[in-house]
């Protein structure tokens, strides 16, 4: 076994991936897919580092088998908003170069860190910097390092201009500073006897540095969660450990708004299974605040997070314990005290990993990874866009009376860069939105109680439009699938069959004692719905029988259970669902 997290840490602490995705929510309804993208060739393509870029698109980082020199290259792909792409780009030798992080500069330009086997000074691998012009076009390389291996796994343009670069040399934390053109300033090395390992590096608000990786030199376990805050020269200020007796490691850190720091991994220490998510928040020395994990049965690890604009954390990574099949990748989002708010797997039947993750301008995500579920290749790079704004209900398969009152309700992951928000609906099936149902709609409101129009048409859609003090439209989403306005005033007809397995959002919610669930199948088939806790144990069952192919409403009296979150999960077959609601009182 401890071969086997070796390797793993090998190649994920340097995010290698020598080589060995949408599926429902296990907690709560997270934000839509926008679209997804895979670049690559026949071979292993994969990406580790994604970050949005000064004109809206995206800039890529990872390594190609598929094109390039010979063997491993590094590959720079340049994304319109859309992700379509605009560029692409290959760095290296006849020998193995990768790419594990990457960031735009301040001329427009991009600074990539990663590891290269066709220069340098050593027999191995050496830290390999590359700084391109906004058209990728190399503009001077460097190497760094000795007679063993060493890697650059994380860089940053630091205030000056130059650059931060936290890896590995020779079995210790390798910190390599530069001025603007790359030329080294000073080195530092921290560890001990054993191996340590430096993932992750930010500049933080005082001018010095935050590093995170893994340490087997210090620390409760066989490896331990390593912390290290320099000052601007990179000499010590004070170094952590976090873990237990097992392994534990960190990919990612970040200093948060509060000046403390927000980190993540994985733990084999605590959690509920093989692996867990391991996020950790400190304060400004680094003790402890609070830990979460994050698991099923099996491994799950988280390789990037960041603070969101609402104070709250998105993490990426992967999963084996939830999803479609094999890895998954898996996107958490927490509040400001790490509390699950929503989560989403995306994969395939096959190895699907998410390396990278950012919110985006508009208040959704952008992931980057790699697919083996997808693409043209053995693997391909995967970049993933979600929505930042979900249409919650009406959401396909409701039969409505035309003048009748219902809410629409929806969901935006980010207000603040919603000035206000437009609601449209369509009766043939979202071809077109030609009538409004209302606009100027507060950015802080969720719902909107509508009079339905006296129509008759099973063909009808809804669009939330959230848009900016320009009346620029940020986002939208719609209706999952069509849904029905007869003019006669039946709610419901027995005549009436669904397309397709939904359920829609409870309403009222939040509520205070009764709510209602609306559902629906399209064949005869045995139906289970019950209610879950945050601890996961099942309070109450709605459902459980055989239903025929039709709406249902089914009511749940949560008036004697304690206030709180809880989910609302249906099986109906092979179609499986999660919804959370709050409970008040």
Request: hydrophobic share 30%; charged share 20%.
């Amino acid at each position: 076994m401890l071969n086997k997290v070796k390797i793993s840490e090998s190649r994920l602490a340097i995010v290698l991936g020598l080589g060995l995705f949408v599926s429902v929510s296990m907690f709560a309804n997270g934000p839509d897919t926008l679209w997804t993208r895979t670049f690559g060739g026949i071979d292993v393509d994969e990406a580790y580092s994604v970050q949005q870029t000064q004109d809206g698109g995206y800039i890529i980082a990872g390594r190609t088998y598929s094109h390039g020199a010979d063997s491993d290259d590094v590959y720079l792909i340049k994304t319109d908003a859309n992700g379509d792409t605009l560029w692409t780009k290959t760095f290296g030798g006849g020998n193995y170069d990768r790419g594990f992080s990457v960031q735009q500069t301040k001329d427009g330009g991009y600074i990539i860190a990663g590891c290269t086997q066709s220069y340098g000074a050593g027999y191995y691998w050496d830290v390999y910097l590359i700084k391109t012009d906004a058209n990728g076009d190399t503009l001077w390389t460097k190497t760094y390092g000795g007679w063993s291996d060493d890697w650059g796994n994380s860089v940053q343009q630091t205030q000056d201009g130059g650059y931060i670069i936290a890896g590995y040399s020779a079995g210790d934390v390798y910190l390599i500073k530069t001025d603007a053109n790359g030329d080294t300033l000073w080195t530092r090395t921290f560890g001990g006897p054993d191996y340590d390992y430096g993932n992750s590096v930010q500049q933080t608000q005082d001018g010095g540095y935050i590093i995170a990786g893994r340490t087997d030199s210090y620390g409760a376990g066989y490896y331990d969660v390593y912390l290290i805050k320099t000052d601007s020269l990179g000499d010590t200020l004070w170094t952590k450990t976090y873990g237990g007796s097992d392994y534990d490691a960190s990919f990612s850190v970040q200093q948060t708004l509060d000046g403390g720091y927000i980190i993540a991994g994985y733990t084999k220490s605590y959690g509920a299974g093989y692996y867990d998510v391991y996020l950790i928040k400190t304060d400004s020395l680094g003790d402890t605040l609070w830990t979460r994990t994050f698991g099923g049965s099996d491994e799950d690890e988280a390789y990037s997070v960041q603070q969101t604009q609402d104070g709250g954390y998105i993490i990426a990574g992967r999963t084996y314990s939830y999803g479609a099949g094999n890895y998954d990748v898996w996107l958490i989002k927490t509040d400001a005290n790490g509390d699950t708010l929503w989560t989403r797997t995306f994969g395939g039947g096959s190895y699907d990993r998410g390396f990278s993750v950012q919110q985006t301008k508009d208040g959704g995500y952008i992931i980057a990874g790699r697919t083996e579920s997808y693409g043209a290749g053995g693997s391909d790079v995967w970049l993933i866009k979600i929505n930042p704004v979900k249409l919650i209900s009406p959401d396909g398969g409701e039969a409505w009376a035309g003048g009748s009152y219902h809410n629409i309700i929806w969901h935006c992951e980010d207000t603040t860069v919603v000035d206000h928000c437009r609601l449209l609906y369509s009766t043939d099936g979202g071809s077109s939105y030609p009538d409004t149902i209302a606009q100027n709609i507060p950015n802080t409101d969720t719902s909107y109680l509508w009079t339905l129009p006296p129509i008759n048409s099973t063909t009808c859609r809804v669009k939330i439009q959230i848009l900016d003090s320009l009346n620029n439209v940020v986002s939208e989403d719609e209706s999952d699938a069509d849904f029905t306005i007869s003019p006669s005033g039946i709610e419901e007809t027995a005549t009436l069959t669904p397309k397709t397995f939904f359920i829609s959002q409870n309403f009222p919610n939040p509520f205070t004692g009764i709510t209602r669930i609306r559902y629906g199948v399209p064949d005869d088939v045995d139906v289970n719905i019950s209610i879950y806790n945050l601890l996961g144990q099942k309070v109450a069952i709605l459902v459980n029988g055989n239903k025929k192919a039709g709406y249902y409403t089914a009511i749940w009296d949560g008036s004697k259970l304690s206030a709180g979150i809880y989910f609302i999960k249906l099986k109906a077959g092979e179609y499986n669902k999660t919804l959370k609601v709050m409970l008040m009182k």
